[in-house]
Each structure stands twice: as structure tokens, then as C-alpha cells.
């Protein structure tokens, strides 16, 4: 009976570290719920080329936020010349730039604490069959963080006027910071769900 507890003590000890070290290293920022901190869940831009072509017509959008494969998607050739209903042609030499910048910091290929769960999330299809590029918003991880946004708030809105205008709401979006904690929608005010 003697040796049964010197086992039972080191069993116990072995499971008070293990909790401890749960508690003390589970700094779970997967879901932000109750989270005020304003950390990047995706990585900023950091390429001037991709700054400066795509955010002259549109925010540019974190790679994080896509797979590699859907970033390959919009950056052909003939994605471009119909870029969701525009002319966006570039040179080879910026196309391609561009392009290596974004699949190489996509979804599936980056480290932050949001990017598994944006890989995971996009691998069904990102777009409808009848659409001609993958979007953001048809993810379903984007789908599940903005379902219980009324349209009024964001279509309805002269201000917002579309999902995919992130950095009209999420203020530190160009940041890479999406907490749902500093969300202001325009005409609104801030979002809490």
C-alpha cells in the first residue's frame, strides 16, 4: 500500500502542472468575445506595390484573409481585366508581384491567431459557381462573425453600403485588428452582439 502513494502524489502533482500550465499559457484569442485588447488577428500589409494599386480603389485587404488558391484566383490575367466588375489590368512585373505577395501571406500559408480558422473556413468554395472571383464575405467564417448584422445596418446604409467595405465599421481593419469590441458602424454606432 506504501507504493501506491508515493504514485498517487506524483499523479497529482503531474496534473496541478498540467492545469497550471493550461491556465498559465491558454491565452486563447480565438474567439474574442471577451476580449477588449486591440492586437492584429491578421497580419497588416505590408507590401507598398499591393498597398498602393489595390488601395487606390478599394481597402487593401489583409492576404490573411484568403487562401493562397483564391488570391492565384484574382490575380490571373483575365480576373483582373473583370476585377468584380472593373478594369484592373497590371504589368506582368507588378501582377506577379503582387500575386507572390499575397499567396505567400495567405490564409493557409500564415501564423496569426485568426489565419487557421480563415484557411479552415474557405475550403469549400469562397464564391458561388455563377460568380466569377472568390470574395471574403462569401467565406463562411465571415459569414459566421457578420450573421447577426441586420441589412439595414450595412446595404441599407449610405455610409457602409456593402460588407466588404470592413474599415467603414472595423476601425483598426487596415491594421489587421478586427475585434468585435471596435466595431462603430456609421449611423449605428457601436456594435455589440
Not at 488577428?41 to 505590408?46: H, I, M
Not at 492576404?63 to 483575365?78: C, F, G, Q, V
Given at each position: ?88 489590368s497590371l504589368g506582368n512585373g507588378t501582377r506577379t508581384e503582387i500575386r ?94
Amino acid at each position: 500500500m506504501r507504493t501506491m502513494t508515493p504514485a498517487l502524489s506524483l499523479l497529482a502533482s503531474g496534473l496541478l502542472a498540467l492545469g497550471t500550465s493550461t491556465v498559465a499559457f491558454g491565452d486563447s484569442d480565438r474567439d474574442d468575445d471577451d476580449r477588449r485588447r486591440s492586437r492584429p488577428g491578421v497580419a497588416p500589409v505590408t507590401n507598398a506595390t499591393y498597398r498602393e494599386e489595390c488601395g487606390a480603389c478599394h481597402m487593401a485587404y489583409q492576404p490573411n484573409l484568403l487562401p493562397a488558391r483564391a488570391w492565384d484566383d484574382i490575380m490571373s490575367l483575365e480576373a483582373l481585366a473583370n476585377h468584380y466588375g472593373d478594369d484592373a489590368s497590371l504589368g506582368n512585373g507588378t501582377r506577379t508581384e503582387i500575386r507572390n505577395y499575397l499567396t505567400n501571406h495567405a490564409a493557409d500559408e500564415a501564423g496569426r491567431f485568426r489565419s487557421p480558422a480563415l484557411a479552415r473556413a474557405s475550403r469549400s468554395p469562397a464564391h458561388a459557381p455563377e460568380e466569377a472571383l472568390p470574395r471574403i464575405s462569401a467565406t463562411r467564417y465571415f459569414r459566421h462573425e457578420h450573421d447577426e448584422i441586420p441589412d439595414r445596418l450595412v446595404s441599407g446604409n449610405p455610409e457602409v453600403m456593402s460588407l466588404s467595405q470592413c474599415n467603414a465599421c472595423h476601425r483598426g481593419a487596415e491594421q489587421g485588428i478586427y475585434n468585435e469590441h471596435q466595431v462603430d458602424i456609421p449611423g449605428a454606432g457601436r456594435w455589440d452582439d
